[in-house]
Nanobody, 123 residues
Framework: QVQLVESGGGLAQAGGSVRLSCAASGRTFGAYPMGWFRQAPGKGREFVAAITSNGATTNYADSVKGRFTISRENAKNTVHLQMNALKPEDTAVYYC????????????????WGQGTQVTVSS
């Protein structure tokens, strides 16, 4: 059983920055690849970013590449998403997810999910 809790969401202006954090409970956090997904109203959940268990490799959706950065602190059981140069189209509920096997761009690779945190970007 892994519990994930996101924090840091809220309101931001276009061009601004937001840093999301995901706190995980579990004795094997360091073994889990982690990912961030987002879901806008009326749309399906889409991939944002992923990071390997040791943090050596990352992957990003084209829409956020160069603006967002995923990182993790295994000693603190925490993963972060630094969001810079925000755009109104970044408005969504952001979810932290953990995989028991490997990271990828599809939801099916992830086994545990946080409750989500709302990020709203005004123009």
């Amino acid at each position: 059983q892994v519990q994930l809790v996101e924090s840091g969401g809220g309101l931001a202006q276009a061009g601004g920055s937001v840093r999301l954090s995901c706190a995980a409970s579990g004795r094997t956090f360091g073994a889990y690849p982690m990912g961030w997904f987002r879901q806008a109203p009326g749309k399906g959940r889409e991939f944002v970013a992923a990071i390997t268990s040791n943090g050596a490799t990352t992957n990003y959706a084209d829409s956020v590449k160069g603006r967002f950065t995923i990182s993790r602190e295994n000693a603190k059981n925490t993963v972060h998403l630094q969001m810079n140069a925000l755009k109104p189209e970044d408005t969504a509920v952001y979810y932290c997810a953990a995989s028991r096997s490997h990271w990828g761009v599809a939801e099916r690779y992830y086994d545990y999910w946080g409750q989500g945190t709302q990020v709203t970007v005004s123009s």
